[in-house]
């Protein structure tokens, strides 16, 4: 076991209780010869490659994070993938052929998707959860349609009718969602998102962002008005405006930014609420600051490598975002684990794999 | 490589199927025979020959596992003792290429020159051979569902005079006349020329794949004299001649398919770069076929006794700017300077 101690530090949350820190062990030279031959082999397959890449890429990650001294491992096979790859490309292929010839037909068959697309997402997310592994036992995802379709197409609409002041409302449904659904073997997570708490976080970042916005706008259309009413004319802008560009594109960046400000509060939220098997406790101590810088200079590394660094970034997330997780057991965590059933038998023999999809570990 | 009767054990955790406890176990490989024992010489676990086993492929630091499918799991930290006990099988080329600083510095330059050679070279190549490739009958099928959803969408019937319309479909014939007659004509297009009310795209002319020529109600209202309105046909025709349409599309789809490949490795903003890439390299290729379309349309408009510079006054009139205008990265047409030159070096040639 990892560090267990007990002494208690008061006033933090759960501090008085064992807290089981996750560890990232993974390397970026390591990751960066992966990575790279990856790149290799799927540009020398002509795309092929990809699959493996791809399974290779998460054993890499899934297999550097451990919990309790044991690593995750992620036993989806490549052909599972390779397969699934095809399915959509042939689709696609199929959907753009017929939207040129016969476009009512190319209109009849997105209405199919539009139906489809729920079913095909809780799919994902169940394959998703199943070939994720710790201690040999497989994590699930119970699937069902219709919550489905109200989350992916009703909870959206919600969030644009309220003029976004519905978000943390759209923020508690997905997250109860998705957590309900989750299960390590046959023992399920549960969680109920606080939104006073989610509404807190919303109000802060959507202070700052109205600020950011109304800052960078005035910094560019002050010196407009200035300059009209000083009766200037011609193309070309005046020079206060060109200096007043940079700052405000930089506001603006930083108005982005603030979406992952946004993440990271909800995550710490949601794993501060989260319970497995009713028990068993989680935490998170991601700090938005930090958490928006990490994403920010990332995002300038890459930009400054060409795509070189990407290796690095994200090797320097994952392990971020690992530090700063912890599972607090509600009692002894092996025999928690020897209690637990698998809900599938062999790995699911599934095709249906979405890019972009993750609920994973949590992490 | 070491032999296979290196029988030094290999400490691990043995996981029986469907069961979360780990057992402290030890893994050796003896004369083709896979045993596992408890650690601490406990009873045998299980015992198995060496080529019923799985062996997960060696992969940076990540734990390794030797697994009986469906029956138990020997998960370990280390990889150089399954290496050792297995012989090297399992450990694979991969890894050893992954882990060579020679092999990365080859990987890097590799990807970097083929990632470079099939933007620059390898996608138009492929896109030219696609277009080549696609009979006549397709291009018309396509040009067809294009015209039908536009009427759907942005399309409203004519409201132009007929007297008009009926004198420049004759100009259109004269046009399409004048480019069968050329020697380089292509035999098997058949020529269309519709009129549609269609505000949403303003005066504009579209040639869409297989010969179907449009002409909005704005552009006639704009070009007052139909020899203007005629050297923008032959532009047009220009356009079906070298299929400049069914181009942009074939290069949009290729673009499209590339960042699907290699979407698993590139992260969201490298996604990004290469989209905003591809843009800015349709509109290079976007202004490459509006020039050409200028040359050749200038000559088949001089071919049916038209003034060729005639496009330059509607492109003046459409764009109510003078000549001096340049084109810059970020445009989809030639500037009219550029233009100007282009025409008149074309009909110079003949
Ligand atoms: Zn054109």
């Not at chain 1, 560019?220 to 193309?235: C, F, K, N, R, Y």
């Not at chain 2, 030797?66 to 450990?91: K, Q």
């Not at chain 2, 942009?248 to 590139?266: C, K, N, P, Q, T």
Request: net charge negative; aromatic share 10%.
């Amino acid at each position: 076991m990892t560090d267990t101690s007990t002494t208690a530090e008061s006033e933090q949350p759960h501090a008085s209780e064992a807290r089981l820190p996750f560890e990232f062990h993974g390397k970026a030279g390591e990751y960066f010869g992966i990575w790279i031959v990856n790149l290799l082999l799927t540009i020398a397959t002509l795309g092929v490659y990809s699959a493996w890449a791809k399974v290779r890429t998460n054993r890499y990650f899934y297999g550097s994070t451990r919990l309790d001294g044991d690593a995750f491992h992620y036993a989806a096979k490549p052909m599972q993938i390779l397969i699934a790859r095809l399915i959509v490309f042939a689709v696609l292929v199929a959907f753009n052929v017929l939207a040129q010839y016969v476009p009512e037909a190319g209109v009849a068959l997105l209405i199919v998707f539009f139906f489809l697309f729920p079913w095909l997402i809780s799919r994902a997310l169940r394959f998703q959860s199943r070939v994720t592994r710790w201690r040999n036992v497989g994590f699930d995802f119970r699937t069902d349609y219709w919550p489905t379709f109200v989350i992916m197409y009703l909870a959206p609409i919600l969030s644009v009718v309220t003029l976004g002041l519905g978000i943390p409302v759209v923020t508690k449904w997905t997250q109860e969602w998705a957590y309900k659904r989750f299960s390590f073997g046959d023992r399920g997570f549960d969680v109920q998102v606080p939104l006073g708490k989610l509404y807190g976080l919303f109000g802060g970042v959507f202070v700052v962002g109205v600020l950011l916005y109304v800052g960078a706008l005035a910094l560019i259309v002050g010196p407009i008005i200035a300059s009209s009413q000083a009766g200037l004319e011609g193309d070309t802008l005046p020079a206060s405006v060109i200096a007043a560009i940079i700052p405000a594109y930089f506001m603006m960046l930083a108005a982005a930014l603030l979406i992952y400000v946004y993440r990271a509060g909800v995550r710490n939220i949601v794993f501060r609420e989260l319970v497995l098997d009713g028990n068993h406790r989680f935490d998170s101590t991601v700090s938005k600051r930090k958490y928006a810088w990490i994403i920010f200079s990332n995002l300038i590394a890459v930009a400054v490598s060409l795509g070189f660094l990407i290796p690095w970034a994200r090797i320097r997330l994952s392990r971020f975002l690992a530090e700063n997780t912890f599972v607090i057991p509600g009692g002894p965590l092996d025999q928690f684990v020897e209690s637990v059933k698998e809900t599938q038998g062999v790995i699911g023999e599934e095709y249906v794999d979405m890019e972009g999809i993750d609920i994973g570990i949590g992490l | 490589m070491a032999s296979a009767s290196d029988i030094t054990p290999v400490a691990g955790k043995f996981y029986r199927a469907g069961s979360g406890t780990p057992v402290p176990a030890r893994l050796t490989v003896e004369r083709k025979l896979v045993r596992i024992a408890e650690a601490g010489g406990g009873p045998v676990l299980a015992e198995e020959a060496r080529g019923d086993v799985a062996i997960s492929a060696r992969l940076g630091s990540v734990p390794r596992r030797v697994e009986m499918i469906g029956s138990w799991t020997f998960e370990t930290d280390d990889n150089d003792g399954i290496d050792r006990a297995f012989g090297g099988f399992g450990r694979g080329a991969l890894s050893a290429l992954e882990g060579s600083l020679p092999a990365i510095l080859v990987a890097v330059v590799f990807v970097v020159v083929s990632l470079i050679g099939i933007t620059v070279f390898g996608l138009p190549a492929a896109t030219q051979a696609a277009v080549d490739r696609t009979p006549q009958e397709a291009e018309r099928a396509i040009a067809a569902g294009s015209m039908r959803s536009l009427d759907a969408t942005l399309f409203r019937e004519t409201e132009a005079d007929e007297s008009r319309r009926e004198a420049l479909q004759e100009a259109f014939a004269e046009l399409v006349s004048a480019y069968e007659n050329q020697p380089w004509a292509r035999e098997d297009v058949v020529f269309r020329l519709d009129f549609r009310h269609a505000p949403a795209i303003g005066p504009n002319a579209l040639a869409l794949p297989g010969g179907q020529v449009v002409v909005t109600d704005d552009l006639l209202d704009v070009l007052e004299e139909d020899e203007m309105v005629a050297a923008v046909l032959a532009h047009e025709i220009a356009h079906v001649h070298h299929r400049h349409g069914l181009y942009a599309l074939y290069r949009s789809a290729g673009v499209g398919a590339l960042i699907l490949f290699l979407g698993g490795d590139l992260s969201a903003l490298a996604e990004d770069a290469v989209v905003q890439g591809a843009v800015l390299s349709n509109l290079s290729v976007s202004r490459r076929s509006e020039r050409e379309a200028d040359r050749t349309g200038a000559q088949l408009a001089a071919a049916a006794g038209l003034d060729p510079m005639a496009l330059l006054e509607a492109l003046e009139a459409l764009t109510g700017a003078d000549a001096d205008e340049k084109s810059s990265w970020l445009s989809s047409h030639p500037g009219l300077k550029d233009r100007a030159k282009a025409i008149r070096e074309a009909t110079a040639e003949r």
